[in-house]
């Protein structure tokens, strides 16, 4: 029992993150809200589904828990038998066969633990390959308007944290409880037929073992939560001191930031002392209660064997030591598999909420598929709103034929992005009709429209891999000699061979090992190589300096030839080649023509409150 007792204190201290509703972290708004949830059987049923396609895996585990079960109890069953029969007997030949038999159980038990547990882990990590397969899959299908309402770390939860919980409830919760609850029943029925008296005993020890496991559990599970999110205060503060020091030494900070370093050490200090208390003191307790467990079963089994007529024999006392022992042991990990399922009831709720949200929109059945794109485009009276409460776009109507140029400038905020995005289809028109080649959007498949398309944004986005890698995204059968030929056309194969591997070069996360105009280049090469019908350029080239816009000019004049192109740009030099000009002012188009008509007259007045004046200083 004292054994016992150390590995259940052991367990005990480990931390469980996710039971208890501490001190606010930056969780979202239904994780703070449910970080754990009662057991639900249509829940159950749908984490449990993950596994039909491993049948006959699972159907091998359950095989391997009901004999774990029962092994264990039967080892302290036969150590009592060679005790009582071959050593009180003083049968050597008996002793042998005995304990040869002994070793043989004891192997086929640690040959049925190997593969209950192999076959755990692998049930496990097949239902959590699926299930993030189907995450991923669900994701791609999803409209941008669900990724603009949903925060990234919610995403990545779902597909992290969540998942790992899902996998622990299939791969532990259900299997050990049954192993633990089994090897209780088994050891229970031998002590009872062993002795009913001592069994009695031991069945009035478990509510007061349980009760202190509970009390202490909450407690540490507080400490340690607790603990865990001041210990993440402290990376976070040491992560963005890093990240930002040159801010910090600009603003000469360095001695207030080590300040408040030193409260989050000192708070997380705090919370390590605490779990040590409550700890120091659950172990002793608990210990305490083993060894008085153990007094009390030696007091009266050792009456019952020194009593005369030897009610009971030595090897049944030492044999119900063993069965004691095997019967408390689950106790605690029952309780962990219990707060453990909980957990795994939350994250799988999580995910089955992601994996049954619904796209604000999809494409008709039996949509078109075009398979070439004239270019020709035409917004009919079209209105639209992020939120159907609030439209950005009011009445929208203008033709592109194709081949034009089709310029939209305007204050930050009118609404030029917006007709990107429907002329891509993220988005749908709230009211109105929007025709490509006389098809209304809604009517045309996605993907087969998007195929004919290329979109250069402001935030141009890299993949990680190579300068070749990225280019190649937009041909994805593209060679190598191709995507030199794409970016030679653009007029930049000079500048991205000058890096430091040539067009092998590793662009980092994001980009991050490329200047901001190199990582506009590869965007705008992306667009060559694709060869698309139609060509949106959402202020494109607001981050290249004007050396190399200039050189890409040119380059830019010959894609668009022949091309319809839509472009929002702040720079006069991207849109004076423009056939079109539409301003746009809150939402509305106020004015069209060409460059010249539309930008050479006085624009409508930024709202913006008159300063107050500043004497100018002495020359």
Request: hydrophobic share 50%.
């Amino acid at each position: 029992m004292a054994t016992v007792a150390i590995a259940v204190a052991k367990t005990a201290q480990q931390p469980e993150a996710a039971k208890i509703p501490a001190l606010p972290l930056e969780f979202d708004d239904d994780e703070a809200a449910e970080q754990a949830r009662p057991l639900d059987l249509g829940l159950i049923r749908w984490i449990f589904k993950y596994t039909r396609p491993y049948a006959a895996k699972r159907s091998a585990l359950l095989f391997a828990v009901l004999l774990r079960s029962i092994q264990l109890p039967l080892l302290a069953w036969t150590i009592s038998q060679v005790i009582n029969g071959p050593i009180a007997h003083r049968s050597a030949s008996g002793l042998f066969w005995g304990t040869l038999g002994f070793l043989a159980l004891s192997l086929f038990t640690q040959l049925t633990l190997h593969f209950r547990q192999r076959l755990a882990l692998e049930l496990g990590e097949a239902v959590v390959h699926d299930l993030r397969n189907d995450i991923f899959a669900h994701l791609q299908r999803m409209q941008l308007s669900f990724f603009n309402a949903t925060k990234i770390g919610r995403i990545i939860s779902r597909m992290t944290s969540d998942a790992e919980a899902v996998r622990a409830g299939v791969q532990d919760v259900l299997f050990t409880s049954l192993v633990g609850l089994g090897q209780m029943i088994v050891a229970a029925a031998l002590m009872a037929y062993c002795d009913l008296l001592l069994f009695s005993i031991i069945a009035g020890m478990v509510p007061l073992v349980w009760l202190i496991n509970q009390h202490f559990r909450k407690r540490l599970s507080i400490a340690y939560r607790a603990m865990q999110e001041s210990f993440s205060r402290v990376t976070s503060r040491v992560a963005e001191s890093i990240q930002g020091i040159q801010v910090i030494q600009g603003s000469v900070r360095e001695h207030t930031n080590s300040r408040m370093f030193r409260e989050l050490v000192y708070d997380h200090s705090r919370y390590n002392l605490d779990a040590a208390r409550t700890a120091g003191l659950f172990l002793p307790l608990l210990e305490f209660n083993s060894q008085l467990f153990l007094a009390i079963l030696l007091v009266l089994g050792g009456y019952r064997v020194l009593e005369p007529g030897a009610a009971m024999p030595l090897g049944n006392l030492i044999q119900f030591v063993f069965l004691a022992n095997i019967f408390f042991q689950p106790i605690q990990i029952l309780g962990d598999q219990y707060n453990q399922a909980l957990m795994a009831m939350a994250g799988a709720e999580r995910v089955r909420r992601l994996l049954s949200s619904t796209a604000d929109w999809q494409d008709a059945p039996g949509a078109i598929r075009l398979r070439a794109l004239r270019g020709q485009v035409r917004f009919d009276n079209v209105s639209f709103g992020y939120d159907p409460q609030r439209p950005v776009l009011h009445n929208i109507s203008f033709s592109a034929a194709p081949g034009q140029i089709v310029a939209f400038v305007g204050h930050t905020g009118s609404g030029k992005s917006s007709l990107v995005n429907l002329i891509a289809k993220f988005y749908l028109p709230g009211s109105g009709r929007l025709l490509i080649d006389g098809h209304d959007i809604r009517d045309l498949d996605a993907d087969a429209l998007r195929s004919h398309m290329s979109i250069v944004l402001q935030q141009n986005f890299l993949f990680s891999g190579s300068v070749l890698d990225n280019v190649r995204v937009g041909r994805p059968t593209a060679n190598d000699d191709e995507v030199a030929a794409a970016i030679d056309r653009l007029g930049c194969l000079d500048m991205l061979e000058s890096l430091p591997a040539g067009l092998h070069t590793e662009v980092g996360e994001s980009g991050g090992r490329l200047s901001l105009g190199q990582r506009q280049l590869i965007c705008f090469a992306r667009a060559m190589l694709a060869d698309p019908r139609v060509l949106l350029l959402d202020e494109a080239t607001s981050s290249i300096d004007v050396f190399t816009e200039h050189r890409i000019q040119q380059a830019l004049g010959k894609l668009l030839q022949g091309r319809t192109a839509f472009v929002v740009a702040h720079r006069l030099s991207t849109i004076r080649n423009a056939d079109v000009v539409l301003l746009l002012h809150n939402g509305r188009i106020i004015r069209r023509g060409t460059p010249a008509e539309v930008l050479l007259d006085e624009l409508p007045p930024l709202d913006i409150p008159p300063q107050p004046a500043v004497a100018a200083s002495a020359a």
